[in-house]
T-cell receptor, first 114, second 115 residues
Framework: ELKVEQNPLFLSMQEGKNYTIYCNYS?????LYWYRQDPGKSLESLFV?????AVKQEGRLMASLDTKARLSTLHITAAVHDLSATYFC??????????????FGKGTHLIIQP | GAVVSQHPSWVICKSGTSVKIECRSL??????MFWYRQFPKQSLMLMAT?????????EQGVEKDKFLINHASLTLSTLTVTSAHPEDSSFYIC???????????FGPGTRLLVL
């Protein structure tokens, strides 16, 4: 059974600081996704990581993937209050083929204080 | 990015009634759509995979007779919660993938409250 573990589950940080969220998964998977969820809202796609060593950056967020270690990171640089949200990583099911849904981590609830 | 819509955005119903939720891909065709459920302060859990023109594939523990899924066209999937009970109250979110290398795009969700 595929398991996806995120840590930390809760993070409170100050504006201007840097921090990293970690996502480990238990079995081989083709792709890894990062999503953002604001309270009461649905998911917003942040990154799709398709291969080992993939690195993608958007603004103050940067995501990377190490398929050998089954680890992805989401790095926040010089955090600002607007980045406060819950961040989920998710992995395609092992059978792949694009026809299976995603398995999500529990989410990291991020609060950025002025 | 691709747009996925859901209707209704929220619904309140009495216990024992049935509720239908629609999921549409607005600007692309989706042979496969997915239905997730999210309880408060929890993560998303996949309920079923909806394939156009064929039967849905349900995850273990999800009752297919209670959660009826129909994927009648390449842009529409529906989830019907039959004989809803208070424990079915949740945030139901659908998603669709546009292409092999694309992410899944999520609808805005439907918040169901069963009284």
């Amino acid at each position: 059974e595929l398991k996806v573990e995120q840590n930390p589950l809760f993070l409170s940080m100050q504006e201007g600081k840097n921090y990293t969220i970690y996502c480990n998964y238990s079995t081989t998977s083709d792709r890894l996704y990062w999503y953002r969820q604001d309270p009461g809202k649905s998911l917003e796609s942040l990154f799709v990581l398709l291969s080992n060593g993939a690195v993608k950056q958007e603004g103050r967020l940067m995501a990377s993937l190490d398929t050998k270690a089954r680890l992805s990171t989401l790095h926040i640089t010089a955090a600002v209050h607007d980045l406060s949200a819950t961040y989920f990583c998710a992995v395609d099911r092992p059978s792949g083929g694009g026809a299976d849904g995603l398995t999500f981590g529990k989410g990291t609830h991020l609060i950025i204080q002025p | 990015g691709a747009v996925v819509s859901q209707h209704p955005s929220w619904v309140i119903c009495k216990s024992g009634t049935s509720v239908k939720i629609e999921c549409r891909s607005l600007d692309f065709q989706a042979t496969t759509m997915f239905w997730y459920r999210q309880f408060p302060k929890q993560s998303l859990m996949l309920m079923a995979t909806s394939n156009e023109g064929s039967k849905a594939t349900y995850e273990q523990g999800v009752e297919k007779d209670k959660f009826l899924i129909n994927h009648a066209s390449l842009t529409l999937s529906t989830l019907t919660v039959t004989s809803a009970h208070p424990e079915d109250s949740s945030f139901y979110i659908c998603s669709a993938r546009q292409g092999w290398e694309e992410t899944q795009y999520f609808g805005p969700g439907t918040r169901l409250l069963v009284l």
